[in-house]
């Protein structure tokens, strides 16, 4: 079935330091969600992407929707300790009520 | 403002023992979901109800049921637990079938 691959699994950086994560897929992605999950805590909606090629931000957070709709990425710049948790990507597709994960990206803050 | 409510937020069990979880939400949602999460990993899907009155298994519903009792609730039944189902489990509800979705604060079981 359908997969949508992120990584990368961890990502330890120092404060200040920037933080990428990517979500791939071998078909067309739907729309993408993106959701954050602070240690202990649960997903929380962050945005959705819907349009080839789409850019938001919404502060320190940049996020990105490929050309072809294959990918989509989320970039925080400076990071800082309130960043810290787990970055997950979904897929929506149309064709049943399922969102399709990625497994998430762990962002770690090196003291 | 509760959003999604669930309950309890702790259970330890022992293996064999039946337990139902409670959700509810308040903010008029057509769609809810049951997820499971195991420690450092992802969101399954167990069960989900696309609006009221239906229900449908997702990726891992084996050991499993649940019942959409009205539009605001939406109960997950273990009838024999196994450790296997050892994890935290979320409700979340969404306005619309892959709208977003807004998440509980899970229930976090221990079944020995």
């Known amino acids: 079935g359908q997969q949508v691959m992120q990584i990368p699994q961890y990502q330890h950086v120092q404060e200040g330091e920037d933080f990428t994560t990517y979500c791939n897929s071998s078909?067309?992605?739907?729309?993408i969600q993106w959701y954050k999950q602070r240690p202990g805590g649960h997903p929380v909606f962050l945005i959705q992407?819907?349009?080839s090629g789409e850019v938001k931000k919404q502060k320190r957070l940049t996020f990105q929707f490929g050309e072809a709709k294959k990918n989509s990425s989320l970039h925080i710049t400076a990071t800082q300790t309130t960043d810290v948790g787990t970055y997950f990507c979904?897929?929506?597709?149309?064709?049943?009520?399922?969102?399709?994960w990625g497994a998430g990206t762990k962002l770690i803050i090196k003291p | 403002n509760a959003g999604v409510t669930q309950t309890p937020k702790f259970q330890v069990l022992k293996t064999g023992q039946s337990m139902t979880l409670q959700c509810a939400q308040d903010m008029n949602h057509n769609s809810m979901y049951w997820y499971r999460q195991d420690p450092g990993m992802g969101l399954r899907l167990i069960y989900y109800?696309?609006?009221?009155?239906?229900?449908d298994k997702g990726e891992v519903p084996n050991g499993y049921n649940v019942s959409r009792l009205n539009k605001r609730e939406f109960s997950l039944r273990l009838e024999s637990a196994a450790p296997s189902q050892t994890s935290v489990y979320f409700c979340a509800s969404s306005g619309q079938p892959n709208q977003p979705q807004h998440f509980g604060d899970g229930t976090r079981l221990s079944i020995l």
């Open positions: 992407l819907v349009k």
């Open positions: 078909t067309t992605l739907s729309n």
């Open positions: 109800s696309a609006s009221e009155g239906t229900t």
């Open positions: 979904a897929d929506t597709p149309y064709s049943n009520y399922q969102l399709i």
